[in-house]
Protein backbone atom coordinates (compact mmCIF):
# COMPACT_ATOMS: atom_id res chain seq x y z
CA UNK A 1 0.00 0.00 0.00
CA UNK A 2 2.94 2.14 1.04
CA UNK A 3 4.54 1.88 -2.30
CA UNK A 4 1.46 2.45 -4.49
CA UNK A 5 0.92 5.88 -2.51
CA UNK A 6 4.85 6.85 -3.24
CA UNK A 7 4.19 5.79 -6.74
CA UNK A 8 1.47 8.03 -6.73
CA UNK A 9 4.01 10.87 -5.83
CA UNK A 10 1.48 11.52 -3.32
CA UNK A 11 3.32 12.87 -0.36
CA UNK A 12 2.15 11.31 3.22
CA UNK A 13 0.43 14.63 4.09
CA UNK A 14 -1.13 15.07 0.92
CA UNK A 15 -2.53 11.85 1.06
CA UNK A 16 -4.27 12.42 4.76
CA UNK A 17 -5.43 15.73 3.56
CA UNK A 18 -7.28 14.46 0.64
CA UNK A 19 -8.48 11.13 2.60
CA UNK A 20 -10.05 13.69 5.17
CA UNK A 21 -11.44 15.10 1.98
CA UNK A 22 -12.85 12.22 1.04
CA UNK A 23 -14.18 11.03 4.13
CA UNK A 24 -16.22 14.39 4.68
CA UNK A 25 -17.59 14.07 1.49
CA UNK A 26 -18.48 10.33 1.82
CA UNK A 27 -20.29 11.52 4.77
CA UNK A 28 -22.24 14.06 3.57
CA UNK A 29 -23.28 12.27 0.65
CA UNK A 30 -25.10 9.51 3.03
CA UNK A 31 -26.72 12.72 5.38
CA UNK A 32 -27.70 14.46 3.19
CA UNK A 33 -29.47 13.37 -0.59
CA UNK A 34 -28.92 17.07 -2.52
CA UNK A 35 -24.95 16.76 -1.45
CA UNK A 36 -23.74 14.31 -4.19
CA UNK A 37 -25.33 16.03 -7.05
CA UNK A 38 -23.67 17.64 -10.35
CA UNK A 39 -25.23 20.71 -9.65
CA UNK A 40 -24.24 21.14 -5.66
CA UNK A 41 -20.67 20.00 -6.32
CA UNK A 42 -20.19 22.76 -9.37
CA UNK A 43 -21.85 24.95 -6.78
CA UNK A 44 -19.46 23.88 -3.92
CA UNK A 45 -16.48 24.64 -6.25
CA UNK A 46 -17.82 27.84 -7.86
CA UNK A 47 -18.32 29.25 -4.09
CA UNK A 48 -14.48 27.97 -3.20
CA UNK A 49 -12.83 29.92 -6.27
CA UNK A 50 -12.81 33.17 -4.42
CA UNK A 51 -11.31 31.66 -1.07
CA UNK A 52 -9.09 29.55 -3.20
CA UNK A 53 -7.44 32.36 -5.02
CA UNK A 54 -6.95 34.13 -2.31
CA UNK A 55 -5.58 30.95 -0.30
CA UNK A 56 -2.85 30.30 -3.37
CA UNK A 57 -1.11 33.80 -2.52
CA UNK A 58 -1.65 33.52 0.80
CA UNK A 59 0.14 30.43 0.94
CA UNK A 60 3.73 31.73 -0.81
CA UNK A 61 3.39 34.53 2.34
CA UNK A 62 2.94 31.51 5.11
CA UNK A 63 5.79 29.50 2.86
CA UNK A 64 7.79 32.86 3.69
CA UNK A 65 6.85 32.52 7.46
CA UNK A 66 4.97 35.40 7.08
CA UNK A 67 1.09 36.09 7.30
CA UNK A 68 -1.70 37.93 5.97
CA UNK A 69 -4.97 38.63 7.24
CA UNK A 70 -5.80 42.05 5.09
CA UNK A 71 -6.58 39.72 1.97
CA UNK A 72 -10.35 40.35 2.42
CA UNK A 73 -10.20 44.10 3.15
CA UNK A 74 -7.52 44.56 0.05
CA UNK A 75 -10.73 42.97 -2.03
CA UNK A 76 -13.05 45.23 -0.31
CA UNK A 77 -10.86 47.97 -1.21
CA UNK A 78 -10.14 47.50 -4.96
CA UNK A 79 -13.72 46.29 -5.61
CA UNK A 80 -15.11 49.43 -4.10
CA UNK A 81 -12.38 51.77 -5.86
CA UNK A 82 -13.51 49.27 -9.30
CA UNK A 83 -17.79 50.15 -9.00
CA UNK A 84 -17.13 53.87 -8.22
CA UNK A 85 -14.90 53.86 -11.59
CA UNK A 86 -17.59 52.23 -13.07
CA UNK A 87 -20.34 53.79 -12.22
CA UNK A 88 -18.80 56.92 -13.28
CA UNK A 89 -18.22 55.90 -16.76
CA UNK A 90 -15.01 54.72 -16.65
CA UNK A 91 -14.01 51.80 -19.27
CA UNK A 92 -14.51 48.03 -17.36
CA UNK A 93 -10.85 47.22 -19.08
CA UNK A 94 -9.20 50.61 -17.17
CA UNK A 95 -11.19 49.99 -14.07
CA UNK A 96 -9.83 46.41 -13.75
CA UNK A 97 -6.43 48.05 -14.04
CA UNK A 98 -6.83 50.46 -11.22
CA UNK A 99 -8.32 47.93 -8.95
CA UNK A 100 -5.49 45.44 -9.41
CA UNK A 101 -3.12 48.46 -8.75
CA UNK A 102 -5.05 49.21 -5.88
CA UNK A 103 -4.21 46.04 -5.00
CA UNK A 104 -0.97 45.70 -5.10
CA UNK A 105 -0.16 49.38 -3.24
CA UNK A 106 -1.75 47.44 -0.43
CA UNK A 107 0.44 44.92 -1.14
CA UNK A 108 3.48 47.02 -0.87
CA UNK A 109 2.12 48.85 2.00
CA UNK A 110 2.23 45.08 3.87
CA UNK A 111 5.36 43.95 2.10
CA UNK A 112 7.61 47.05 3.33
CA UNK A 113 6.14 47.24 6.95
CA UNK A 114 7.45 43.33 7.00
CA UNK A 115 10.68 43.10 4.94
CA UNK A 116 11.67 46.53 5.60
CA UNK A 117 10.66 48.46 8.64
CA UNK A 118 10.28 44.18 10.35
CA UNK A 119 6.87 44.39 11.81
CA UNK A 120 4.88 41.15 12.80
CA UNK A 121 3.17 40.41 9.92
CA UNK A 122 0.00 39.87 11.95
CA UNK A 123 0.49 43.23 13.15
CA UNK A 124 0.56 44.77 10.27
CA UNK A 125 -1.91 42.67 8.37
CA UNK A 126 -4.20 43.22 11.29
CA UNK A 127 -3.64 47.26 10.94
CA UNK A 128 -4.00 47.19 7.39
CA UNK A 129 -6.67 45.06 7.68
CA UNK A 130 -8.87 47.81 9.54
CA UNK A 131 -7.20 50.62 7.29
CA UNK A 132 -8.09 49.48 4.13
CA UNK A 133 -11.77 48.40 4.97
CA UNK A 134 -12.32 51.64 7.03
CA UNK A 135 -11.55 53.06 3.10
CA UNK A 136 -13.36 50.78 1.53
CA UNK A 137 -16.64 51.95 3.90
CA UNK A 138 -15.49 55.70 3.54
CA UNK A 139 -15.60 56.17 -0.12
CA UNK A 140 -18.52 53.89 -0.75
CA UNK A 141 -19.91 55.45 2.01
CA UNK A 142 -21.10 52.13 3.16
CA UNK A 143 -23.06 50.87 0.45
CA UNK A 144 -23.77 48.34 -1.91
CA UNK A 145 -22.48 49.33 -5.70
CA UNK A 146 -23.64 47.19 -8.21
CA UNK A 147 -21.53 46.35 -11.13
CA UNK A 148 -22.39 45.39 -14.45
CA UNK A 149 -20.86 44.48 -17.90
CA UNK A 150 -20.24 41.41 -20.30
CA UNK A 151 -17.07 41.07 -19.30
CA UNK A 152 -18.07 40.25 -15.67
CA UNK A 153 -21.14 38.15 -17.04
CA UNK A 154 -18.42 36.00 -18.69
CA UNK A 155 -16.14 35.31 -15.90
CA UNK A 156 -19.21 34.89 -13.90
CA UNK A 157 -20.59 32.23 -16.13
CA UNK A 158 -19.67 28.74 -17.61
CA UNK A 159 -17.55 27.68 -20.02
CA UNK A 160 -18.16 24.11 -21.20
CA UNK A 161 -20.42 23.21 -18.24
CA UNK A 162 -17.82 24.45 -15.67
CA UNK A 163 -17.82 28.32 -13.99
CA UNK A 164 -14.85 30.40 -15.33
CA UNK A 165 -13.71 30.92 -11.63
CA UNK A 166 -12.62 27.53 -11.36
CA UNK A 167 -10.44 27.52 -14.76
CA UNK A 168 -9.02 30.99 -13.45
CA UNK A 169 -8.72 29.62 -9.83
CA UNK A 170 -6.96 26.32 -11.39
CA UNK A 171 -4.72 28.75 -12.98
CA UNK A 172 -3.39 30.18 -10.50
CA UNK A 173 -2.84 27.57 -8.73
CA UNK A 174 -1.00 25.90 -11.46
CA UNK A 175 1.09 28.87 -11.93
CA UNK A 176 2.43 28.97 -8.42
CA UNK A 177 2.97 25.55 -8.45
CA UNK A 178 5.36 25.94 -11.65
CA UNK A 179 6.74 29.03 -9.57
CA UNK A 180 7.45 27.45 -6.66
CA UNK A 181 8.88 24.38 -7.97
CA UNK A 182 10.98 24.74 -11.03
CA UNK A 183 11.59 28.64 -10.81
CA UNK A 184 14.76 30.03 -8.32
CA UNK A 185 12.31 32.28 -7.14
CA UNK A 186 10.81 28.94 -6.34
CA UNK A 187 13.65 27.49 -3.85
CA UNK A 188 14.41 31.58 -2.41
CA UNK A 189 10.57 31.45 -0.64
CA UNK A 190 11.45 27.87 0.96
CA UNK A 191 14.85 28.71 1.66
CA UNK A 192 13.73 32.12 3.45
CA UNK A 193 10.94 30.69 4.71
CA UNK A 194 13.38 27.57 6.56
CA UNK A 195 16.31 29.63 7.81
CA UNK A 196 16.34 33.47 6.96
CA UNK A 197 19.83 33.58 8.11
CA UNK A 198 21.64 30.65 6.03
CA UNK A 199 19.49 32.34 2.90
CA UNK A 200 21.27 35.80 3.68
CA UNK A 201 24.06 34.45 4.19
CA UNK A 202 24.26 32.54 0.71
CA UNK A 203 23.62 35.74 -0.92
CA UNK A 204 19.51 36.41 -1.08
CA UNK A 205 17.94 39.39 -0.56
CA UNK A 206 16.19 38.64 2.04
CA UNK A 207 13.73 41.41 2.18
CA UNK A 208 12.88 41.52 -1.54
CA UNK A 209 11.47 37.81 -1.04
CA UNK A 210 9.44 39.07 2.19
CA UNK A 211 8.57 42.14 0.14
CA UNK A 212 7.33 40.06 -2.80
CA UNK A 213 5.51 37.53 -0.77
CA UNK A 214 2.97 40.20 0.43
CA UNK A 215 2.90 41.43 -3.00
CA UNK A 216 1.80 38.04 -4.05
CA UNK A 217 -0.94 37.77 -1.16
CA UNK A 218 -2.57 41.14 -2.24
CA UNK A 219 -2.50 40.39 -5.39
CA UNK A 220 -4.23 37.06 -5.11
CA UNK A 221 -6.35 39.36 -3.16
CA UNK A 222 -6.97 41.89 -6.43
CA UNK A 223 -7.99 38.76 -8.68
CA UNK A 224 -10.47 37.19 -6.40
CA UNK A 225 -12.38 40.48 -6.41
CA UNK A 226 -12.73 40.50 -9.74
CA UNK A 227 -14.26 36.72 -9.41
CA UNK A 228 -16.55 38.21 -6.46
CA UNK A 229 -17.99 41.20 -8.44
CA UNK A 230 -18.63 39.13 -11.39
CA UNK A 231 -20.26 36.64 -9.18
CA UNK A 232 -22.35 39.12 -6.98
CA UNK A 233 -22.74 41.35 -9.49
CA UNK A 234 -22.03 44.22 -7.40
CA UNK A 235 -19.51 45.28 -4.24
CA UNK A 236 -19.83 45.59 -0.66
CA UNK A 237 -17.26 47.17 1.44
CA UNK A 238 -18.45 44.24 4.02
CA UNK A 239 -16.95 41.46 1.95
CA UNK A 240 -15.81 38.87 3.65
CA UNK A 241 -16.24 40.09 7.24
CA UNK A 242 -17.76 37.02 8.40
CA UNK A 243 -15.22 35.03 6.59
CA UNK A 244 -12.04 36.74 7.72
CA UNK A 245 -10.27 33.77 9.47
CA UNK A 246 -11.11 31.30 6.30
CA UNK A 247 -8.43 31.99 3.89
CA UNK A 248 -6.04 31.15 6.89
CA UNK A 249 -7.92 28.44 8.00
CA UNK A 250 -7.71 26.83 4.67
CA UNK A 251 -4.01 27.29 4.22
CA UNK A 252 -3.41 25.71 7.48
CA UNK A 253 -5.88 22.49 6.81
CA UNK A 254 -3.53 22.31 3.62
CA UNK A 255 -0.90 21.03 6.02
CA UNK A 256 1.12 23.95 5.77
CA UNK A 257 4.37 24.42 8.51
CA UNK A 258 3.57 27.64 10.39
CA UNK A 259 6.88 28.07 11.38
CA UNK A 260 7.35 29.04 7.53
CA UNK A 261 9.39 26.72 4.74
CA UNK A 262 7.14 23.74 4.74
CA UNK A 263 4.03 23.13 2.62
CA UNK A 264 2.86 22.17 -0.59
CA UNK A 265 0.53 24.43 -2.76
CA UNK A 266 -1.82 20.78 -3.75
CA UNK A 267 -2.27 20.80 -0.02
CA UNK A 268 -4.22 24.55 0.45
CA UNK A 269 -5.70 23.60 -2.65
CA UNK A 270 -7.45 20.16 -0.85
CA UNK A 271 -7.92 22.49 2.48
CA UNK A 272 -10.12 24.66 0.56
CA UNK A 273 -12.42 22.17 -0.77
CA UNK A 274 -12.59 20.72 2.72
CA UNK A 275 -13.15 24.42 3.86
CA UNK A 276 -15.90 24.57 1.05
CA UNK A 277 -17.59 21.23 1.67
CA UNK A 278 -17.58 21.11 5.57
CA UNK A 279 -19.61 24.78 4.99
CA UNK A 280 -21.62 23.22 2.16
CA UNK A 281 -22.52 19.96 3.98
CA UNK A 282 -23.54 21.93 7.13
CA UNK A 283 -25.78 24.28 5.57
CA UNK A 284 -27.65 21.49 3.58
CA UNK A 285 -27.97 19.66 7.33
CA UNK A 286 -29.13 22.74 8.34
CA UNK A 287 -26.87 22.91 11.02
CA UNK A 288 -27.28 26.44 12.70
CA UNK A 289 -24.97 29.03 11.96
CA UNK A 290 -23.42 29.60 15.09
CA UNK A 291 -22.87 25.76 15.58
CA UNK A 292 -21.19 25.94 11.85
CA UNK A 293 -18.58 28.83 13.27
CA UNK A 294 -18.36 26.23 16.29
CA UNK A 295 -17.00 23.84 13.91
CA UNK A 296 -14.66 26.01 11.30
CA UNK A 297 -13.05 27.03 15.08
CA UNK A 298 -12.56 23.50 16.14
CA UNK A 299 -11.15 22.56 12.60
CA UNK A 300 -8.41 25.69 12.81
CA UNK A 301 -7.52 23.93 16.41
CA UNK A 302 -7.29 20.55 15.49
CA UNK A 303 -5.41 21.15 12.28
CA UNK A 304 -2.90 23.77 14.26
CA UNK A 305 -2.22 20.83 16.98
CA UNK A 306 -1.38 18.31 13.63
CA UNK A 307 0.90 20.80 12.93
CA UNK A 308 2.44 21.35 16.03
CA UNK A 309 2.86 17.44 16.35
CA UNK A 310 4.58 17.85 13.35
CA UNK A 311 7.06 19.75 14.98
CA UNK A 312 6.27 22.89 13.04
CA UNK A 313 4.33 25.12 15.55
CA UNK A 314 5.86 28.61 16.62
CA UNK A 315 8.88 28.98 17.73
CA UNK B 1 56.74 20.76 5.17
CA UNK B 2 58.66 22.61 3.00
CA UNK B 3 59.89 26.58 4.35
CA UNK B 4 59.77 28.32 1.25
CA UNK B 5 55.90 27.10 0.90
CA UNK B 6 53.80 29.96 -0.84
CA UNK B 7 51.44 32.53 1.51
CA UNK B 8 47.97 32.53 0.44
CA UNK B 9 47.03 34.52 3.52
CA UNK B 10 48.77 36.90 6.07
CA UNK B 11 47.39 38.78 8.70
CA UNK B 12 49.67 41.34 9.66
CA UNK B 13 49.63 42.97 13.85
CA UNK B 14 46.13 43.57 13.64
CA UNK B 15 44.70 44.92 16.59
CA UNK B 16 41.02 45.16 17.63
CA UNK B 17 39.24 46.71 20.71
CA UNK B 18 35.64 46.82 21.82
CA UNK B 19 35.93 49.68 24.35
CA UNK B 20 38.39 48.98 26.55
CA UNK B 21 38.68 45.34 26.19
CA UNK B 22 41.22 44.76 23.92
CA UNK B 23 40.10 41.55 21.86
CA UNK B 24 43.45 41.34 19.46
CA UNK B 25 46.65 42.84 20.36
CA UNK B 26 49.28 42.49 18.27
CA UNK B 27 48.60 39.13 16.42
CA UNK B 28 50.02 37.83 12.82
CA UNK B 29 48.91 35.13 11.23
CA UNK B 30 49.84 33.50 8.15
CA UNK B 31 48.47 30.59 5.63
CA UNK B 32 50.49 28.46 3.35
CA UNK B 33 48.59 26.82 0.59
CA UNK B 34 48.08 23.17 0.86
CA UNK B 35 48.02 23.33 4.71
CA UNK B 36 45.44 22.80 7.22
CA UNK B 37 46.36 25.30 10.19
CA UNK B 38 45.07 24.86 13.68
CA UNK B 39 43.79 27.96 15.29
CA UNK B 40 43.18 26.78 19.21
CA UNK B 41 43.11 29.07 22.27
CA UNK B 42 40.87 29.21 25.39
CA UNK B 43 37.60 30.86 25.48
CA UNK B 44 37.65 34.61 24.60
CA UNK B 45 40.94 34.12 23.71
CA UNK B 46 40.22 35.77 20.17
CA UNK B 47 39.40 32.71 18.13
CA UNK B 48 35.89 34.29 16.91
CA UNK B 49 37.00 37.61 16.60
CA UNK B 50 39.90 37.09 14.18
CA UNK B 51 37.66 35.16 11.84
CA UNK B 52 35.19 37.59 11.77
CA UNK B 53 37.51 40.26 10.76
CA UNK B 54 38.60 37.74 8.03
CA UNK B 55 35.29 37.29 6.82
CA UNK B 56 34.05 40.68 6.49
CA UNK B 57 31.81 40.96 9.84
CA UNK B 58 34.31 42.95 11.89
CA UNK B 59 36.92 45.37 11.05
CA UNK B 60 40.42 45.40 12.82
CA UNK B 61 41.62 48.85 14.31
CA UNK B 62 44.70 48.15 13.18
CA UNK B 63 46.87 46.26 11.28
CA UNK B 64 46.82 45.02 7.26
CA UNK B 65 45.34 41.38 5.73
CA UNK B 66 47.17 40.28 2.45
CA UNK B 67 45.38 37.28 -0.25
CA UNK B 68 48.51 36.57 -2.13
CA UNK B 69 50.68 39.42 -1.36
CA UNK B 70 48.41 41.83 -2.18
CA UNK B 71 47.07 43.98 0.22
CA UNK B 72 43.34 43.58 0.86
CA UNK B 73 40.53 45.76 2.70
CA UNK B 74 37.62 43.16 3.97
CA UNK B 75 34.67 45.43 4.92
CA UNK B 76 31.97 43.32 3.99
CA UNK B 77 31.45 39.90 4.16
CA UNK B 78 30.96 39.98 0.21
CA UNK B 79 34.51 40.98 -0.12
CA UNK B 80 35.84 37.89 1.63
CA UNK B 81 33.86 35.65 -0.80
CA UNK B 82 34.91 37.58 -3.23
CA UNK B 83 38.16 37.15 -2.36
CA UNK B 84 37.87 32.98 -2.06
CA UNK B 85 37.59 32.93 1.24
CA UNK B 86 34.86 30.59 2.72
CA UNK B 87 33.54 30.28 5.99
CA UNK B 88 31.95 26.86 7.07
CA UNK B 89 29.90 28.29 10.52
CA UNK B 90 29.66 26.33 13.57
CA UNK B 91 25.60 26.54 13.70
CA UNK B 92 25.49 25.18 10.05
CA UNK B 93 24.05 27.86 7.87
CA UNK B 94 21.89 25.15 5.71
CA UNK B 95 18.50 25.01 5.31
CA UNK B 96 17.15 21.85 6.54
CA UNK B 97 13.89 21.92 4.68
CA UNK B 98 15.71 22.16 1.30
CA UNK B 99 17.63 19.02 -0.60
CA UNK B 100 21.38 18.91 -0.63
CA UNK B 101 21.64 20.09 -4.08
CA UNK B 102 19.18 22.75 -3.46
CA UNK B 103 21.40 24.11 -0.88
CA UNK B 104 24.98 23.59 -2.20
CA UNK B 105 23.53 25.70 -5.19
CA UNK B 106 21.12 28.16 -2.85
CA UNK B 107 21.47 31.97 -4.38
CA UNK B 108 22.69 30.95 -7.65
CA UNK B 109 21.30 28.19 -8.77
CA UNK B 110 22.02 27.14 -12.28
CA UNK B 111 19.51 28.48 -14.41
CA UNK B 112 17.69 27.09 -17.78
CA UNK B 113 16.80 30.36 -18.93
CA UNK B 114 17.49 33.95 -17.10
CA UNK B 115 14.00 35.36 -17.29
CA UNK B 116 11.59 33.29 -15.33
CA UNK B 117 14.40 31.85 -13.77
CA UNK B 118 13.62 28.17 -13.90
CA UNK B 119 16.52 26.31 -12.57
CA UNK B 120 18.17 22.88 -14.06
CA UNK B 121 17.55 20.79 -11.45
CA UNK B 122 19.19 18.11 -13.41
CA UNK B 123 22.39 19.91 -14.34
CA UNK B 124 22.60 21.44 -10.19
CA UNK B 125 22.53 17.35 -8.95
CA UNK B 126 25.25 16.42 -11.36
CA UNK B 127 27.57 18.93 -10.43
CA UNK B 128 26.27 18.22 -6.34
CA UNK B 129 27.19 14.19 -7.28
CA UNK B 130 30.18 15.55 -8.89
CA UNK B 131 31.71 17.36 -5.48
CA UNK B 132 30.45 15.02 -3.31
CA UNK B 133 32.76 11.97 -4.97
CA UNK B 134 35.59 14.66 -4.95
CA UNK B 135 35.18 14.77 -1.29
CA UNK B 136 34.43 11.08 -0.94
CA UNK B 137 31.52 12.00 0.91
CA UNK B 138 28.66 9.02 1.39
CA UNK B 139 25.89 10.67 0.48
CA UNK B 140 24.59 9.08 -2.81
CA UNK B 141 21.07 11.02 -3.18
CA UNK B 142 21.50 15.03 -3.88
CA UNK B 143 17.80 15.22 -3.65
CA UNK B 144 17.56 14.28 -0.12
CA UNK B 145 16.08 16.85 2.09
CA UNK B 146 19.39 18.02 4.58
CA UNK B 147 17.04 17.18 7.73
CA UNK B 148 16.89 13.49 7.08
CA UNK B 149 20.52 13.24 7.44
CA UNK B 150 23.12 13.34 10.67
CA UNK B 151 24.81 15.93 12.20
CA UNK B 152 27.76 14.48 10.75
CA UNK B 153 26.55 14.09 7.12
CA UNK B 154 24.92 17.85 7.57
CA UNK B 155 28.39 19.13 8.39
CA UNK B 156 29.67 17.10 5.34
CA UNK B 157 27.34 19.11 3.28
CA UNK B 158 28.25 22.45 4.43
CA UNK B 159 31.62 22.17 3.82
CA UNK B 160 30.80 21.03 0.13
CA UNK B 161 29.22 24.17 0.10
CA UNK B 162 31.99 25.71 0.94
CA UNK B 163 34.16 23.81 -1.62
CA UNK B 164 31.52 24.49 -4.25
CA UNK B 165 32.70 28.37 -4.82
CA UNK B 166 36.36 27.36 -5.67
CA UNK B 167 37.33 29.03 -2.77
CA UNK B 168 41.32 29.84 -2.61
CA UNK B 169 40.72 29.09 1.35
CA UNK B 170 38.00 27.65 3.99
CA UNK B 171 37.78 28.71 7.27
CA UNK B 172 36.32 26.02 9.37
CA UNK B 173 34.68 27.32 12.69
CA UNK B 174 34.23 24.28 15.21
CA UNK B 175 33.16 21.75 12.23
CA UNK B 176 33.31 18.73 15.36
CA UNK B 177 31.34 20.30 17.61
CA UNK B 178 27.56 18.77 18.56
CA UNK B 179 28.99 15.77 16.61
CA UNK B 180 29.09 11.67 17.51
CA UNK B 181 32.18 10.16 17.67
CA UNK B 182 31.78 8.26 14.97
CA UNK B 183 30.95 11.20 12.23
CA UNK B 184 33.54 13.45 13.76
CA UNK B 185 36.30 11.21 12.30
CA UNK B 186 34.28 11.43 8.83
CA UNK B 187 34.06 14.95 8.97
CA UNK B 188 37.85 15.30 9.66
CA UNK B 189 38.41 12.95 6.67
CA UNK B 190 36.78 15.64 4.50
CA UNK B 191 39.10 18.18 5.84
CA UNK B 192 42.10 15.83 5.26
CA UNK B 193 40.78 15.64 1.89
CA UNK B 194 41.02 19.40 1.03
CA UNK B 195 44.44 19.45 1.41
CA UNK B 196 44.49 16.95 -1.48
CA UNK B 197 42.67 19.16 -3.62
CA UNK B 198 45.08 21.41 -2.15
CA UNK B 199 42.77 24.08 -0.61
CA UNK B 200 44.36 25.63 2.35
CA UNK B 201 42.17 25.68 5.28
CA UNK B 202 42.33 27.13 9.07
CA UNK B 203 41.02 24.58 11.41
CA UNK B 204 39.26 26.54 14.67
CA UNK B 205 38.48 23.58 17.44
CA UNK B 206 38.25 22.90 21.06
CA UNK B 207 39.27 19.35 20.22
CA UNK B 208 42.73 19.32 20.45
CA UNK B 209 43.27 15.58 19.25
CA UNK B 210 40.87 17.14 15.92
CA UNK B 211 43.65 19.65 15.73
CA UNK B 212 46.89 16.82 16.07
CA UNK B 213 45.42 14.82 13.78
CA UNK B 214 44.56 17.19 10.48
CA UNK B 215 46.69 19.73 11.20
CA UNK B 216 50.31 20.84 9.75
CA UNK B 217 50.59 24.04 12.00
CA UNK B 218 49.30 24.88 15.10
CA UNK B 219 48.54 28.64 16.09
CA UNK B 220 48.08 29.68 19.67
CA UNK B 221 45.86 32.60 20.80
CA UNK B 222 45.53 33.61 24.83
CA UNK B 223 44.29 36.89 25.77
CA UNK B 224 44.34 37.96 22.08
CA UNK B 225 47.34 37.48 22.08
CA UNK B 226 49.60 35.24 19.55
CA UNK B 227 51.57 33.15 22.12
CA UNK B 228 52.86 30.54 20.04
CA UNK B 229 53.06 28.89 16.34
CA UNK B 230 54.58 25.52 16.42
CA UNK B 231 54.76 22.19 13.32
CA UNK B 232 52.34 19.76 14.37
CA UNK B 233 55.12 17.45 14.26
CA UNK B 234 57.34 19.29 16.33
CA UNK B 235 55.19 20.04 19.44
CA UNK B 236 52.77 17.68 21.60
CA UNK B 237 49.88 18.11 23.44
CA UNK B 238 50.91 18.95 26.56
CA UNK B 239 52.87 22.19 25.03
CA UNK B 240 49.84 23.54 23.18
CA UNK B 241 47.86 22.90 26.49
CA UNK B 242 50.87 25.08 28.33
CA UNK B 243 50.75 27.61 26.02
CA UNK B 244 46.66 27.98 26.02
CA UNK B 245 46.66 28.11 29.94
CA UNK B 246 49.66 28.10 31.62
Known amino acids: MLKIIRKL ?21 FTSPYFFTIK ?8 SSILGIMAAGLFVSMVIGEIDVSQYSILALSTAVMAILIQSGTGIGLAITISMIVALICGAINGASVAFLRINPIITTLGTMLIYRAIAYKITEARAMGVEGDFFSAVGGRFLGIPVSVYIMLSVYIIIYVALKYTAYGKRVYAVGGNPQASFISGIDIRMVRFWGMMISAMTAGLAGIIFVSQVGATVPTAGN ?22 KIEGTLIGVFILAVLSN ?12 ML ?21 | MAEDQKI ?27 EVLGLVGDNAAGKSTLMKILSGFYQADKGSIFVEGKQVHIDLPKVSKRLGIEMVYQNLELCSNLSVAENLFLGREILREPFFKFINGKEMESKTIEILKKLKIDISEPRKSVDKLSGGQQQAVAISKAVSFNPKMIILDEPTANLAVKEIGKVLDIITRLKEHGIPAILISHRLEDIFQVCDRIFVLRGGRRVAV ?17
Open chain 1, 40 to 47: NILNVIMN
Open chain 1, 9 to 29: NFSGEIFSIFLALIIMCVFFS
Open chain 2, 8 to 34: ILELKNIQKSFGSLKALDDVSLDLKFG
Open chain 1, 242 to 263: TGLMDVVTAVILGGISLSGGKG
Open chain 1, 281 to 292: GMVLLSVQSYYQ
Open chain 2, 230 to 246: HNTNETNRDEIIRHMFL
Open chain 1, 295 to 315: VKGLVILLAVYVDSVRGGGFK
